[in-house]
């Protein structure tokens, strides 16, 4: 379980993310939904342990991320909004390395690794540099690499953005893997059936705050509207395009 309690952070004079709370439990899929610049990508980094927070506290599975920063990034798999393969290694390189920052070696580490390869079809470019790598196949080799030491939590920052049918088809399908694995899922997109499709919770940010959050029942409810989008536009306000 994730929680998230009264989160600031501030670059020079824009304030990034104003007092965000939200708890993403596990067994369940929890979505950001906001505006362009909203403060989602900063709350994500700030949950995973790039970036400190000014003020506010958070908890991964109990443990304070400021405060046992190692501890709690043993707990949460991430694939952030930026990849950043290695283009000289192949795919299993890359998820070997992880596993072995997570101390996991040998016969358990291969075993994760087949795992993740059969779950993620990746059996064609297992052994391929991933130099040259399509988007679909390169995001699948960081989810493997983000899942390879089996954590409770998983992050995603867009995990289909610029993803073809076929890729996204199997990024939803892994997501609803982990969510009945009893994993606690956060990940922020801007496809509001995919939001609709797999969120048990949607958090909707605007301006670096929480406008609203809740099942998408509780939010057409309190938006009064018919259509996840309409209540988006509603909720979040005039502040620009989905992100």
């Known amino acids: 379980m994730i929680h998230v309690q009264n989160l600031h952070k501030q670059f020079g004079s824009v304030r990034a993310v104003n007092d965000v709370s939200f708890a993403a439990p596990d067994g369940a899929v929890t979505g950001l ?23 506010g506290k958070i908890e991964i599975d109990g443990i304070d991320v400021v405060a046992k920063p190692m501890e709690a990034q043993a707990r949460i798999g991430v694939l952030p909004d930026i990849s950043g393969l290695y283009p000289r290694l192949t795919a299993r390189e890359h998820i070997r390395y992880y596993g072995n920052l997570q101390g996991i070696k040998g016969a358990e580490l291969e075993a994760r690794i087949a795992h993740w390869v059969e779950i993620l079809a990746l059996e064609d470019v297992i052994d391929r540099r991933v130099a040259g790598f399509s988007h679909g196949e390169r995001t699948k080799v960081a989810l493997a690499r983000a899942l390879v030491h089996n954590p409770q ?10 993803l073809d049918v076929m890729s996204t088809r199997a990024v939803r399908e892994l997501i609803r893997h982990l969510r009945s694995e009893g994993r606690c899922v956060v990940f922020s997109s801007h496809v509001m059936q995919e939001v609709s499709a797999l969120c048990d919770r949607i958090v909707v940010i605007a301006h670096g705050e929480v406008v609203a959050q809740g099942t998408s029942d509780e939010l057409l409810a309190l938006a009064g509207k018919t259509s996840l989008e309409d209540a988006f536009v509603e909720l979040a306000g005039p502040h620009g395009e989905p992100a």
């Open 153 to 162: 939590n998983v992050l995603l920052d867009e995990p289909t953005n610029g």
């Open 33 to 55: 939904l906001g505006p362009n610049g909203a403060g989602k990508t900063t709350s994500l980094r700030m949950i995973y342990g790039l970036l400190q927070p000014a003020s």
